[in-house]
């Protein structure tokens, strides 16, 4: 494979140790993908085995959530002190042992104990893999590997509803943590032979006061936008008070940053208004994203009373069009400026919100397919550029907290997206319940997840006016 050869004056791995190190992270990659899509098929037939109620089997999820989130700007920083290899090996050994720990779990509480350290390991990865990703490929094929990436988390969306199900209709829900456990071992023993090991720096202070304050910041807003969902006063004043705090935490946490030896995240980074643009742009198609994975179900069973497998059905072109598009979108962003190519994909994935937000009363199977195919080829065709266009505007010093940005603008966009959601729900039909009142809910947000992607053609567009020389 042309990933995989090799030319004069390349950058990162020699072709059969990038290979090895590509499965590594790949392994690595699908697990996270499983294990989140699985776990909330799950829920229902977890809380009934534990005896909980269903309210309480959420935090099943949220914990994973919740600790990843908190943690993902903290191990940004520290790839830097202990290097790639070092702490991707930490956080998918964590992540096995933890998920050996779900499968053992008896109770709900240690069941979310052990989902939290979980979330705490898949971050110690993910924070850092697109990283990992640019120092073992030449910066040639940075486009095309991102578009690979994009192509295996898209797969690994579509399937991991059809195998979730069909390991809990044979076997009990532990096997969906267990299934990790091997996958896990193989993966972690190949980071430890192939991933580089570059320079580390461990007498290099830690910003301590900075990792606080991030997890702070970071975990507020989680728990505000899940606050907000809600439509009880008591709520809302909770996500107020949650609010206040994310805020305070985030003007304390830039006041540390600029005057911090070693910040956890440099601020200089966000200097080049490219980088800045695209991490907005990333932000606001992922909250488009997070609200139409959201309202599509509701779309597809409540107001058109089709079943959980029939909707899982009709969602399948979108993953679809992703694994369509994003190869080539990869290969194209290595020839020709990666804002282009983003900014066309955003105008293709709005016109596909729209026409999802269009659809009529009593839709056809075909026609919903044919729109979310369009939703799914727009943003295949937006990810991977994009994401090539964030870490090539930042230092290879400063790729990991690159790729840690990227995580987060990933994780909050589409936490803020889905929070909308369910703020618009609890809004629409606090008058009344009924399907008119669903419906109406449920188009409010595609209009909306289709404004969100128009504001993200706007960042990306002024990237288009600060052109600078393309980068190979």
Known sequence: MALFS?????????????????????????????????????????AKALNVSAGASVWIANGYLLSA???????????????????FSFGLALFTLASLGCALSSSLNSL????????????????????????????????????????????????????????LSSFSWQWLFAINIPLGISAFLLSLRV??????????????????????????????????AKADSHKLLEAAC?????????????????????????????ASSRFSLAALTSLASFVSQGI?????????????????????????????????????????????????ISTIGLCLFATGLILLALLPEHAQSWDIGLRSLICGLGFGCFQSPNNREMLANASRENSGYASGVLAIMRTFGQCLGAALVGAILSFWLHSGAGMVQEAQAVRMSLWLAAAATILAIGFSSLRNRRRQPHRA
Request: charged share 10%; net charge positive.
């Open 6 to 46: 090799d030319q004069p004056d390349d950058e990162g791995l020699p072709g059969r140790e990038r290979r090895l190190a590509t499965i590594a992270l790949m392994t690595t990659t699908t697990m996270a993908v499983f294990d989140g899509s699985m776990v909330n098929i799950a829920l229902p037939q977890i």
């Open 69 to 87: 989130a908190m943690t993902l700007a903290m191990f940004a920083a520290l790839a830097t002190r202990l290097g790639f290899r070092r702490l």
């Open 112 to 167: 979310v104990v052990m989902r939290i350290i979980q979330g705490v390991g898949g971050a110690a990865t993910l924070s850092i893999a697109p990283a990992i990703l640019r120092s073992i490929f030449p910066n040639r094929l940075l486009g095309r590997i991102l578009g690979m990436n994009a192509l295996l988390i898209a797969t690994s969306t579509a399937v991991a509803p059809l195998l979730g199900g069909t390991l």
């Open 195 to 228: 991933l580089p090991a570059n320079q580390t720096n461990l007498d290099k202070p830690f910003d301590y006061s900075g990792a606080a304050l991030s997890a702070i910041m970071l975990g507020a807003l989680i728990m505000a936008a899940n606050s907000f």
């Open 242 to 270: 949650y609010s206040f705090t994310a805020v305070t935490a985030a003007a304390l946490f830039i006041w540390r940053q600029r005057r911090a030896v070693q910040p956890l995240l440099p601020l200089e980074m966000f």
């Open 292 to 340: 139409t994975f959201v309202a599509l179900p509701f779309l597809f069973q409540s107001v058109y009373g089709h079943s959980v497998f029939v909707s899982a059905l009709l969602f399948m072109p979108w993953p679809v069009g992703i694994m369509l598009a994003a190869p080539h979108a990869g290969r194209l962003a290595d020839r020709y400026p990666p804002a282009i």
